[in-house]
DNA sequence: AATGAATGAGTGTTCATTCAT
DNA sequence: GATGAATGAACACTCATTCAT
């Protein structure tokens, strides 16, 4: 509609730009307006103006939206469990402090703003891709947390979890837990619906997580008694 | 195109007026196909073909799309605190044996296949109807959740629990953990994928949370024999 | 939706009213809805409503919604001339004193709301319904300006008006330009934006309209010389 | 259906670029659309196949159905005004002849069929869209009006016109007088059911608008007497 | 490599009209 | 007579996708 200025002098090209940063960027912006408008709601014509580009050009990279929404998923599935385990080779310490760690790192505070939305975009796959969330959580949660199966089993043997603790459910149970509460929190207003710090949730919810797995008290008649009360 | 009786008698009516069910009908085919196919790739021609009805009948019934959503959440809200609270006021034992039902009962086995619809339905309002996920969490999560945190400071001061344990994030987390890692092994592939027993998952759950608030062996010869037994 | 009370006792039945007022009363409500809102933006709900009656009941009455303007249109059509042959009748004055108030009576200050609105739907239904336009203007328009122009000529066979005028366009040119101001006035906010007293433009457009049949200054070489130019 | 060549030289294009025709087409074909139909009645689909582009190219660009309405009358307004001043300027004659061309051209005749369609949008929107019509009025009428009192004034000055005369009511009722008729002539089979010449309607409205501002006879008791009766 | 004009299949919603009761 | 449940044909508008340039 805006008249073009046809001077054949400058002959400046209207776009130019190093065609290797392209998918990048528009990746990036995918990400940014998937995590706060969620992908459904994300129109191209968004993430085309976000990445600076035009519609044309997201097509030229990405076959088409849901691409978008598979190559982020790679992302992560590609990072993710690669840093837990290097969370877990650079902290000699004992399991408990590694799985500290990696609850904390790997589930709880993301190491930058992309990281968090990338779990957020993760988490919505589940309604937005059910398809594309299946391929997620093989690729990427069941080995996250068989990793975390396997510091627990850890624990086991050197007595510092009990034997009884059902290794499995708890990577998925805490990570899951976790991961979801903080993902609400701070989506929604449920931070102010349910004011309370995020730092307490993360801290308590790693307390309750190895408290869970540590031996309990067996000693005393009155324990004794409610064990047997509650079966 | 279906060939009419021409009898004079029996004028066959094409369509029965049926006021009272229409609407249980309709919101039950809408709970269906939103459960399966999500709020937002559920049409509503899908839902009055569903129901058996034309897209105009359902806008006879409700004013628009997200007020089946929103009917929907409401049933769960009204009903759904009451079940807990019917639950922990009908078993008068011992608070773990409440918390266990509660727990059970309101977050891992539905009572039939309509209430676990609701709960998927519920969990996906997160990213299909933010605002109404959040009116939903004040209505209902909350409100469960300060139900079971009163059951566990009970707990603590009958010395059944420990008093460092956050009952707050206990709460939130396990609940959390629990629904969604059922919603997802129910709902995705994640149950082949991931391969073990619902039942499972449920009672593990329950044994950790409870064991994540009893008291610890901590201090003393006690503590340390028993770490040593246990390793 | 809401439960009826089937209490054998009061048989007392939900409607009940003189068949013969319903039409009336219905047109009423159509009527005023017309003018306010327009036919177009009226619905038949708010119709029913207004009347105090249901939609199928409108239909009980009237074939469909286009009838309702149609038979509005006829009562004007059966009145309006009517009247204006009345106050032709009963003013015996001269043919001015009888324009004046066929104008203002018939096109300018209607007797009552009923009528005002009457107005506002008869050239409302230019766009609303050609075809019913097309019938109003040769039942009713065509005769009051002929009514009109038969009083002109009467002045012009008295001499109180010039030969020289055109009678017909006359009659079409004042009333259509008086009724169309006055709608527009009342209708939108024409009123605020061009303010002045309705009442003036009554008077001058009457004053003008008997000026313009009025002999011309014809003595004198000026006026004489004017005529003269302006051909 | 249509066979399509296979020639692998030229694809032969389905559609062809044509940005800068393409609004200006659309634009057209809504204001011929609107102007048989009434906006109202015309359809979105009916305007894209009018100007031989699917609803998709509408709305690339205009942003609603009632934008191409406001861009529509917005050329009105735009030219409108300017046109009638363009008038009064290029004719250097008296008053009366000044007002016979504004009234003949700016009301009566217009240039092009395009500029009497814009006229009968313009009355339409009356009812269609009364919000974009009190801008109408405001933007373009109130105008023009003024530009028509100021012609009325200066006449009085000279002593052309008698002083008497409300230019406002004049300028207001002749206009809407002509211009209604006109149209209803025109859209209606007025002309066939009221049978006389265009050019009779707008020679007499004119002669008529001039002759009611001219000075009357006042000489003779006669006229006297009458003006004291009727007042 | 990049654009952005053009497409067209949906989607929610409205509402006059019908018809079982 | 009267109701109001049920229908179904539009309709405006959106947006992922295609493709001419």
């Known amino acids: 509609m ?10 400046e090209p209207r776009w ?3 065609p290797e940063e392209r998918p990048r960027e528009i990746l990036a912006a995918a990400l940014r307006l998937f995590a706060s408008k969620g992908y459904t709601a994300t129109t191209l014509v968004d993430i085309a103006k976000a990445a600076g580009v035009t519609k044309g050009t997201v097509y030229y990279y990405f076959r088409n939206k849901e691409t978008l929404l598979a190559r982020l998923a790679e992302v992560n599935d590609r990072e993710a469990v690669g840093e837990l385990e290097a969370i877990v080779r650079g902290n000699p310490g004992p399991v408990s402090s590694q799985l500290r760690l990696v ?7 993301p190491r930058d703003e992309s990281r968090r939305q990338l779990r957020v975009v993760y988490v919505g796959l589940h309604s937005d891709a059910p398809r594309l969330f299946a391929r997620a959580i093989q690729q ?26 059902d ?13 979801v509460q903080m993902l609400w929190r701070q989506t929604t207003d449920l931070a102010s619906l349910d004011p309370f710090d995020d730092a307490r949730m ?5 307390e309750l997580f190895l ?12 324990a004794g008694r409610r064990m047997a009360t509650e079966s």
């Open 2 to 11: 805006a008249v073009k200025k046809q001077t054949a002098r400058a002959p």
């Open 16 to 18: 130019a730009r190093r």
């Open 103 to 109: 609850l904390r790192r790997g589930f709880a505070e």
């Open 140 to 165: 990427t949660l069941i080995r996250a947390w068989s990793l975390i199966v396997k510091l627990i089993e850890r624990g086991k043997a050197t007595g510092e979890f009990r034997q009884d603790a």
């Open 167 to 179: 290794a499995q459910v708890a990577a998925r149970v805490f990570t899951a837990g976790l991961v």
């Open 202 to 206: 993360v801290d308590s919810t790693i």
């Open 211 to 222: 408290h869970s797995l540590r031996p309990a008290v067996r000693i005393g008649a009155a």
